[in-house]
């Protein structure tokens, strides 16, 4: 089975520019959550989502979001960039069940993308 | 609130000794505990997780860990370490009891594995 996959694997951005992250789960996984990772703060939970519905959502800005598709990829969007928002954004999936895949499974994660704001 | 602790920012073993890398955690009722390992330029793989049971679980590469409710431990332990296990450790926890609640990784452990 192909693992989690994540595009593109490193991004440059400015100030103020959007950017939008993508990641495919591994076939027949239906949960998909992201993290940021920074070597101040650690990892840190963004969001969760479940068939094509937010079910958990971390203490983020409005300026991050995300959406998944019916074939379970997701994106994750940052508006207005900060310099802050540079990270490594990791993706993770999970088979996922009616109770939020974060309490129960051990998620399947992403090689990540490295975000450079500048 | 609940939190997770890894109170050492790096642990340097020598290949062959036992290592021991620690986590500690505060949360409302029982909690389930996972390990993950982070290798350079890699996504978190998954180890072990403790949900209910045995308080020492087993997980994946020759690592266990010993969950303990009086003290609010999980270390992660291996009774003999490898260079190839230098990587970055992270204990997270998820509450039981409010099943709305998020996954909390600690800070993260660098391990060492000196030849």
């Known amino acids: 089975k192909a693992g989690v996959t994540q595009t593109p694997r490193y991004l440059i951005k400015t100030r103020g520019q959007q950017v939008t992250l993508s990641c495919s789960p591994i076939?027949?996984?239906?949960?998909v959550s992201w993290y940021q990772q920074t070597p101040g703060q650690g990892l840190q939970f963004l969001f969760e989502y479940f068939s094509e519905t937010q079910r958990n959502k971390g203490n983020f800005p409005g300026r991050f979001s995300g959406r998944q598709f019916s074939n379970s990829r997701s994106e994750m969007n940052v508006s207005t960039l900060e310099l802050g928002d540079s990270a490594l954004y990791l993706c993770?999936?999970?088979?996922?069940?009616?109770?939020?895949?974060?309490?129960?499974?051990?998620?399947?994660f992403g090689p990540g993308t490295r975000l450079t704001v500048l | 609130a609940q939190s997770v602790a890894q109170p050492e920012d790096q642990v340097n073993v020598a290949e062959g000794n036992p290592l021991t890398v620690k986590c500690t955690y505060s949360v409302s009722g029982n909690p389930y505990l996972f390990w993950y390992v982070q290798y350079p330029n890699r996504g978190l793989q998954f180890l072990l997780k403790?949900?209910?049971?045995?308080?020492l679980v087993k997980g994946s590469y020759g690592f266990e860990a010993e969950f303990n409710k009086s003290q609010t431990s999980f270390h992660l332990k291996k009774p003999s370490a490898l260079v190839s296990d230098s990587a970055l450790y992270f204990c997270a926890v998820s509450p039981l009891m409010n099943r709305d609640d998020k996954i909390i990784f600690g800070k993260g452990t660098r391990l060492h594995i000196l030849p």
């Open positions: 993770a999936s999970s088979p996922g069940t009616s109770v939020p895949a974060l309490v129960l499974n051990e998620q399947f």
């Open positions: 403790y949900i209910t049971g045995d308080n």
């Open positions: 076939s027949g996984h239906r949960s």
